[in-house]
């Protein structure tokens, strides 16, 4: 049973490889598929190694290196892909995500454990923005709408990816207090502020599908800066 967070672990990186390969095709179904894998390994690998007492050093790294992949090259790959296929002369700004990622990782290897709250946005709930943002633009055809000019370096498709990347740059590597879910809060604010932020969730998946993913990260940021200010930074 010990070697069960390492599979979980290396299980992520196998489907964040996979998932390049459906970047390539931009195949966002089956890439979300894996993505979701991946995220769902992430969760759990580090639970099962508490719950079995074989919480390491070695395991720590192992999962930072997965995590890379998974949620460090591959949105920066899926925004790469989104710029190329349009011609864009700037798609491969994309990959300063996998940049702003592995230094997020690095930073938060040297802090210390974090159960109510991240620092900075954590690298998953940044490749599901990403991947929310791709689906926008599957689903509503805004290649037509915000492309207007491919091949010049301001125009309005280029301004997307350079705001997107940086936005998504700033978010992880702030000093900003991100909501963790891995304990119950103790403070009615923070059940009802859950609840409202869970119920929200609900119902733009149903209403939006996957591009919700775009909207619910930026809810998560609002959520977590709205807790820290009626509580007085007391989480």
């Not at 990186?13 to 390539?24: E, K």
């Not at 598929?33 to 719950?51: E, N, P, Q, T």
């Not at 709408?145 to 590597?173: A, E, G, Q, R, Y």
């Not at 775009?214 to 007391?234: C, R, T, V």
């Amino acid at each position: 049973m010990r070697w069960i967070p390492n599979l979980l672990t290396l299980t992520n990186a196998f489907f964040g490889c996979i998932a390049l390969l459906f970047i390539h095709d931009l195949n966002l179904e089956y890439l979300s598929y894996c993505i979701g894998v991946s995220l769902l390994c992430d969760l759990f690998d580090g639970y099962f190694a508490r719950k079995l007492s074989v919480a390491s050093k070695m395991g720590k790294e192992l999962d930072s290196l997965a995590d890379i992949i998974s949620f460090g090259i591959v949105p920066g790959a899926l925004i790469a892909k989104i710029g190329f296929l349009v011609s864009n002369p700037i798609f491969l700004i994309g990959f300063l995500i996998t940049l702003g990622s592995l230094y997020r990782l690095a930073r938060f290897n040297l802090e210390k454990s974090q159960l109510n709250y991240f620092i900075g946005l954590p690298t998953p709930a940044n490749t599901l923005m990403i991947l929310g943002l791709a689906w926008g633009i599957y689903d509503y055809e805004l290649f037509q709408i915000i492309n207007t000019d491919k091949d010049t370096l301001m125009s309005p498709f280029s301004v997307f990816l350079i705001f997107t990347t940086f936005l998504s740059i700033f978010l992880m590597n702030s000093k900003l207090k991100i909501l963790s879910f891995k304990i119950l809060p103790k403070h009615r604010i923070s059940w009802l502020l859950r609840g409202g932020f869970f119920l929200t969730c609900l119902i733009l998946l149903i209403n939006f599908r996957m591009t919700a993913l775009a909207f619910i990260i930026p809810l998560l940021l609002f959520i977590s800066i709205l807790e820290q200010k009626l509580l007085k930074n007391k989480i």
